[in-house]
Every structure is written in structure tokens, then in C-alpha cells.
């Protein structure tokens, strides 16, 4: 334990300090006595927003883009890759039925699901009972907005009452948790169709699971990534409207690079998790994937705000405006990513990248990622709070049922850590966010290669929100990605330049040939 903690006592000292580790030792036998299921969080709570820090007050209107000109085509499982924007224009007009859409969906998970490995469990009897409630509110002249009709898929670690919550982990292979996550709940409202619950790395972590490996629909000798394996496979192979996907170290960003899709990780409070698996308390997020950047704007905006029982959710105005112009913003790009990082295996794809940004009249100024901390020393904060969360699985050696996991090593590993270090490295943690809004707050977004070193690590330290977005193909038609960070609850400036960017390029209407 001394060489754990770098410290040096000697036999004096270390006589005395046997016996207040044994009265430690008799407190902690009392408190591993106490049943605490993975919902109760810790008595302190996480905060990104630093003192002084202004966050945005005004609230608008959402303004969509233009309705598009849309027909119903002869063959509906043409609609599989439509965005959502589309398909809720078919559904409005009442040109598509939230039934046909349904039926055309649940089919494609049906044929396709099996093959990319990314469905634990489809919801037909819940989903055709919201698809005929969807339709007789629209024909009634009760329709919702946007998302209504529209099926969607979980990540398998938000609950829905009456079903199986499995966290893709065998131990937890029949869980079923007595009711919705908020998450559910408001999507409920807004009015989409819940359709199936797809796969996760086990206990969020990769792309394997219970039953094997989520596949990429560009490459299926290939994993898509997690641990939002699923839904960023079923998103991008066309087996849903859109995802549900949670992001602690890069479950959101790296599956929507691997699969081609837009994720988006929004700022660290702005999305309850109630409901939802805790892995890490204080760096757990929840997020989009979806075919479009508008597409996450309007799955965002249902979503987001205060539900009364995530106490970390604060009340911050999401404003989204598809007309922004991106020459109204102000962009900054990585300086170091895309000019000395030269060895980057899509450097050619990220100066592709920047460079579309110029041509939208944009001049992004340079701008770097502080380097004074430590950033993946902090590493230690995520791995003691998913110790605490599988507390439970560790000792009583359920734990062993991971199976290809590092799991089981980092539970055990983590038991050890002092925890006057996990207090310290919490204390760097907030210098490291410091230096980080001193760097980005003159700026909307940030442009930055998606594998620039420790920017996701960072960010998701920070709590700053990323959208994700595909920026080309390789020779091999496996996509990659680009970057766009914002400042703490400034999602909508980083959509409306994402948004920019891909309605320039197009990379995002492209399908993987096996599943069309």
C-alpha cells in the first residue's frame, strides 16, 4: 500500500497506523453489508460549469431547415436510409404511415439484425401499439413534431418497462428493471416508435457482447466499435430511424466513426441518465446517433433539461437554428492535429477536411488543447467509479462471466486505488478545465481530427460536446470521421458548422452496399 500511494513510513509509524486500519477496516466491513443497486449515485455530484463560467439564458424558437419536397417512393424500404427530417415530412403529410414505417423497420432488423450482431431485443407488440397510437393522433390532428412515428433503437442499457435491460453483460443476461428511463419516457412523448434495444460492449466497453461481436455494415469481418456497437450498426446499416447511444470515454464517437454516421455527445448535464446504466457518475453521457446533423438537433432537443432525478441536469436553453451560416461563427481548429501529427493515418482526410471548411468562407483560427496535465493519468477517475458500480459482481466473483473483457482485471486493479489519489486526480481534473474553457471559449467550435491525441479523453473529462461526422472513405469503403467540439452547453454552434460541413460534402448519404 506505501508503494501504491508513493510514500515511505517507517516501523514506528507503521505500528501505529495498524490500528486505525483496523478500526478503518471494521467501517468498511459495516458498509460492504449495505445492498446498493447500480441507480443510487454517489453523495457528491459532478460539475463542469467553473465558477464565472456565463452559460446561455435566452430561449428561441427551434428553427428547422426548409420542409423537404418528399413522395411516398413505390418500394418503402427505400425510406431505410431517409433522415429523419424526411421521413417525419412523409409521416406528417400522413403520404407514409407510422405503421408502414414500423413494419418496414421491424423487417430490416429482422433480415439484417442477425448478421451484424447488434440486436439483443426487438419490441414488436410495444412498438406497433405506439405506431397505431402515432397515426390517430395525426389523423385526429394531434400530431407532435418532428420525431413522431419515427423508429428508434436503445442502446440496451436504458430501461423499458416490461422488457429486458441486459448492459450486453452475461451476468446481467435476464435483468428487467421495472421502468422507463427519462430518456424512453421522452421520446415517448415526443412520439416515436421504440422498436428495438440494441447491443452494447459488455458493461459498455467495445463491441463485445453476451452473444458475440456487433459488426460494421462496411466491413462485417469488421467490429463497428462500442460500446455503442448497436445502435451506431443499426443507424448506419438502416435497420432504424435512429439511435440512442451513451458516451463515457468514446462510446459515442468512435461506433459513428467506424459505422459512418453523425453522433452526438452532448455537454455533461444536459441529458438525464436516470434510468440509464451508471458506469462512471461523473463522466456518463447520453447522446444521438443518427444519419443527419440536423437529425440530432431535433432527437437533442426532445431529450435534453432537468427531470427532477438526475440532480446534475441543469436547465441551459438549447437553441437550434438550421439557418445559421457558418461564416457567422466563430471556428477555431487544432492547430497541433492537423500540422504536426503528420503520421495520422487520415491526415489526408483531415486537411481534406479543414479545407471544405475554408471553402464555406470560414477562416478558423488556431487554437490547442492545453498540455501542462496529465490527461490520461486521469484515466484513474473513470476506473474507480465503474469499480464501485460493480462493486457488487466483483465480490461475489459473478464478474468471471465477462467473457473477452478486461473488465474482471480493472475491477480487481481498482480496489487499490488510494483514495486520497482518486481526490487529487478529481483536483487536477478541474485545473485540466480551467485550461481548457480558457483555450475554447472565444470559439463556437473547435475543428479537430477525430483521433487527434487525447482529445477524446480530454473532452470527455471536461464535459465539452462533440459531434462526430463521416469526412470520406477509405480505398478498403470504410468511412472516417471529423470533429467538431463546443463550449460547455453550446451544442447548437457545434451542430450548425457540422451541419455546414455536411451538407457541403455528402459523405453522410452514402450506404453500405450489403444493405440497401
Not at 471556428?331 to 501529427?341: M, N, P, W
Not at 486526480?425 to 487525447?454: S, W
Request: charged share 20%; proline share 6%; hydrophobic share 40%.
Amino acid at each position: 500500500a506505501e508503494k501504491v500511494a508513493g510514500l515511505q513510513f517507517s516501523d514506528a509509524e507503521r505500528e501505529e497506523m495498524v490500528r486505525g486500519l483496523d478500526q478503518n477496516l471494521a467501517s468498511w466491513e459495516q458498509l460492504r453489508t449495505v445492498e446498493i443497486n447500480n441507480a443510487v449515485s454517489p453523495a457528491l455530484r459532478f460539475d463542469p460549469v467553473l465558477p464565472g463560467v456565463q452559460l446561455p439564458t435566452e430561449r428561441k424558437k427551434m428553427r428547422l431547415s426548409n420542409p423537404p419536397k418528399v413522395q411516398r417512393p413505390a418500394n418503402l424500404e427505400e425510406l431505410a436510409f431517409w433522415p429523419v427530417r424526411h421521413l417525419a415530412e412523409l409521416v406528417r403529410s400522413r403520404k407514409v404511415s407510422a405503421v408502414e414505417l414500423t413494419e418496414m423497420y421491424l423487417a430490416r432488423l429482422t433480415k439484417h439484425g442477425p448478421s451484424l450482431q447488434a440486436v439483443i431485443t426487438t419490441l414488436d407488440d410495444r412498438a406497433m401499439k405506439q405506431a397505431r397510437q402515432a397515426d390517430a393522433d395525426i389523423k385526429s390532428g394531434h400530431y407532435r413534431g418532428p420525431l413522431h412515428g419515427i423508429p428508434w433503437g436503445a442502446k440496451d442499457l436504458l430501461a423499458v418497462r416490461g422488457y429486458r435491460t441486459t448492459w450486453g453483460a452475461k451476468p446481467y443476461e435476464e435483468q428487467v428493471i421495472d421502468m422507463d428511463a427519462t430518456v424512453v419516457q421522452r421520446l415517448d412523448q415526443a412520439g416515436a416508435v421504440l422498436i428495438a434495444k440494441l447491443t452494447l460492449g459488455a458493461l459498455a466497453q467495445g463491441d463485445q457482447w453476451f452473444g458475440g461481436q456487433t459488426r460494421n455494415p462496411w466491413n462485417t469481418e469488421q467490429g463497428s466499435s462500442g460500446s455503442s456497437a448497436g445502435p451506431a450498426a443499426c443507424t448506419a446499416g438502416g435497420l432504424v430511424g435512429f439511435s440512442i447511444g451513451t458516451e463515457t470515454r468514446g462510446s459515442i464517437v468512435s461506433p459513428a466513426t467506424r459505422c459512418g454516421v453523425t453522433g452526438l455527445r452532448p455537454t455533461y448535464g444536459r441529458v438525464s441518465r436516470h434510468g440509464a446504466m451508471a458506469l462512471a457518475w461523473s463522466m456518463d453521457k447520453i447522446g444521438p446517433i443518427c444519419r443527419s446533423v440536423e437529425d440530432c438537433a431535433l432527437v437533442l432537443d426532445a431529450i435534453q433539461g432537468p427531470d427532477g432525478q438526475d440532480l446534475t441536469v441543469r436547465d441551459v436553453p438549447f437553441n437550434w437554428d438550421a439557418a445559421v451560416k457558418p461564416t457567422g461563427l466563430r471556428v477555431g481548429y487544432l492547430k497541433s492535429a492537423f500540422e504536426t501529427e503528420t503520421n495520422h493515418p487520415t491526415k489526408a482526410f483531415d486537411d481534406a477536411a479543414l479545407d471544405a471548411i475554408r471553402r464555406l468562407g470560414v477562416t478558423p483560427l488556431p487554437v490547442e488543447l492545453p498540455t501542462r496535465y496529465p490527461v490520461n493519468a486521469l484515466s484513474g477517475i473513470l476506473s474507480a467509479e465503474a469499480a464501485a458500480a460493480f462493486d457488487d459482481i466483483t465480490r461475489n466473483q459473478r464478474v468471471n462471466l465477462l467473457e473477452r473483457s478486461s473488465w474482471p482485471t480493472t475491477f480487481r486493479t481498482s480496489q487499490l486505488i488510494p483514495a486520497v489519489d482518486y481526490v487529487q486526480a478529481n483536483r487536477v481534473r478541474t485545473l485540466l478545465m480551467q485550461a481548457t474553457h480558457d483555450a475554447f471559449k472565444d470559439f463556437d467550435a473547435i475543428v479537430a481530427p477525430t483521433g487527434a491525441a487525447n482529445l477524446t479523453a480530454l473532452t470527455n473529462l471536461t464535459g465539452q460536446p462533440c459531434v462526430v461526422v463521416p469526412s470520406g472513405f477509405r480505398d478498403d469503403g470504410t468511412p472516417v470521421s471529423v470533429s467538431f467540439i463546443g463550449n460547455l452547453f453550446g451544442e447548437a454552434g457545434a451542430l450548425a458548422l457540422a451541419k455546414a460541413y455536411q451538407d457541403a460534402t455528402g459523405f453522410h448519404t452514402r450506404k453500405p452496399p450489403k444493405f440497401v
